[in-house]
């Protein structure tokens, strides 16, 4: 066990939704845990020996819990299966400390927080630190139907339900909330912020809606994975071994954005590196892996290509 691994046992397990449960983690031997902030995840090691990264959604200032919310993926690769069918009250789990890379910014005077479904969780725990705070915030709240909303409970109660907004869309895109209202005028580093968690599809919508904010004010959760944009990021080829077709990956593009700007089909969903959806095969080239998925031994021959890049020349794809 490393110095950034913790054993913690699961105190207790809890039905929020429809094939959403909840687990509350603490140290086996009463100790205080890594303190954390709002936003931040650790990684969990499940059953199957699957690593993957949960948001901590209960309030910052406690020290002696973990609380984390899995979505049960019925046509994942196994990771929220294994925790979820596997896990119960009383067995002990490795986790990592806690990470962030989607904290609150303390100088902005106002937050919108926009959640979808499962990405309720790093937004929950910025409410309650904002609302222990005084500070001011509202939270959209989108999912499919009210049996799919986890903490909704909590939410419809006080301090929480004047400042929260739930729309359920029954899956009808003529039904889905329009948030351009409430994006239509930017905000700023000082002002407002945005912080928004959910489906690739909502993260999407928010992107082109706040083209014209400061790119400082509007903040996506990547669950953790090294998404980048990194300064030494540089252009670079996928080939494809089917056709033999030559793709250029530029900055700030994906392997998988350029793929479907193309019009080549690959299974995703998460677009952060963290459920194992897009994972291609690897002929040639040296990858430069930044998802949570990927088994060491699966490194030399797989690649997320939502995420991953090249470190340099031209990677050739089982495509």
Same mark, same amino acid.
């Given at each position: 066990?490393?110095?950034?691994?913790?054993?913690?046992?699961?105190?207790?397990?809890?039905?929020?939704?429809?094939?959403?449960?909840?687990?509350?983690?603490?140290?086996?031997?009463?100790?205080?845990?890594?303190?954390?902030?709002?936003?931040?995840?650790?990684?969990?090691?499940?059953?199957?020996?699957?690593?993957?990264?949960?948001?901590?959604?209960?309030?910052?200032?406690?020290?002696?819990?973990?609380?984390?919310?899995?979505?049960?993926?019925?046509?994942?690769?196994?990771?929220?299966?294994?925790?979820?069918?596997?896990?119960?009250?009383?067995?002990?789990?490795?986790?990592?400390?806690?990470?962030?890379?989607?904290?609150?910014?303390?100088?902005?005077?106002?937050? !919108?927080?926009? =959640?979808?479904?499962?990405?309720?969780?790093?937004?929950? %725990?910025? /409410?309650?630190?904002? &609302? +222990?705070? $005084?500070?001011?915030?509202?939270?959209?709240?989108?999912?499919?139907?009210?049996?799919?909303?986890?903490?909704?409970?909590?939410?419809?109660?006080?301090?929480?339900?004047?400042?929260?907004?739930?729309?359920?869309?029954?899956?009808?895109?003529?039904?889905?909330?329009?948030?351009?209202?409430?994006?239509?005028?930017?905000?700023?580093?000082?002002?407002?912020?945005?912080?928004?968690?959910?489906?690739?599809? !909502?993260?999407? =919508?928010?992107?082109?809606?706040?083209?014209?904010?400061? %790119?400082? /004010?509007?903040?996506? &959760? +990547?669950? $953790?994975?090294?998404?980048?944009?990194?300064?030494?990021?540089?252009?670079?080829?996928?080939?494809?071994?089917?056709?033999?077709?030559?793709?250029?990956?530029?900055?700030?593009?994906?392997?998988?954005?350029?793929?479907?700007?193309?019009?080549?089909?690959?299974?995703?969903?998460?677009?952060?590196?963290?459920?194992?959806?897009?994972?291609?095969?690897?002929?040639?080239?040296?990858?430069?892996?930044?998802? !949570?998925?990927?088994?060491?031994?699966?490194?030399?021959?797989?690649?997320?290509?939502?995420?991953?890049?090249?470190?340099?020349?031209?990677?050739?794809?089982?495509?």
């Amino acid at each position: 066990m490393s110095l950034d691994t913790l054993i913690l046992r699961v105190t207790a397990v809890e039905d929020l939704a429809h094939n959403i449960r909840s687990f509350e983690l603490r140290h086996a031997e009463g100790q205080d845990l890594p303190a954390f902030s709002a936003g931040a995840h650790i990684r969990v090691k499940t059953p199957s020996g699957a690593v993957r990264a949960y948001s901590l959604c209960n309030d910052p200032s406690e020290t002696h819990r973990y609380l984390i919310a899995v979505q049960r993926e019925g046509r994942g690769r196994g990771g929220s299966l294994s925790l979820v069918d596997g896990v119960k009250a009383g067995d002990l789990i490795e986790v990592g400390t806690p990470r962030n890379q989607f904290s609150l910014d303390e100088r902005a005077k106002e937050f !919108l927080l926009i =959640a979808g479904g499962i990405g309720i969780t790093p937004l929950l %725990a910025m /409410a309650r630190q904002l &609302e +222990s705070q $005084g500070r001011r915030y509202r939270l959209i709240y989108l999912t499919r139907e009210a049996r799919n909303t986890a903490f909704r409970e909590i939410l419809s109660q006080a301090p929480f339900d004047a400042r929260v907004r739930m729309h359920h869309d029954g899956g009808d895109p003529a039904r889905a909330l329009d948030l351009w209202p409430l994006l239509e005028k930017p905000g700023s580093l000082q002002s407002l912020q945005v912080y928004c968690c959910g489906p690739a599809g !909502l993260m999407d =919508a928010v992107r082109d809606m706040t083209g014209h904010w400061p %790119a400082s /004010a509007v903040h996506f &959760e +990547s669950f $953790g994975a090294d998404t980048g944009p990194h300064d030494e990021d540089q252009p670079f080829e996928v080939q494809l071994q089917g056709s033999g077709e030559v793709l250029e990956v530029p900055v700030g593009s994906s392997i998988l954005q350029t793929l479907r700007n193309h019009g080549i089909a690959v299974p995703f969903s998460c677009e952060s590196g963290t459920c194992g959806s897009c994972k291609t095969g690897l002929i040639e080239g040296e990858p430069d892996h930044r998802d !949570l998925v990927l088994l060491e031994e699966e490194k030399s021959n797989r690649i997320m290509v939502c995420v991953s890049r090249a470190h340099g020349g031209r990677l050739v794809l089982d495509l």
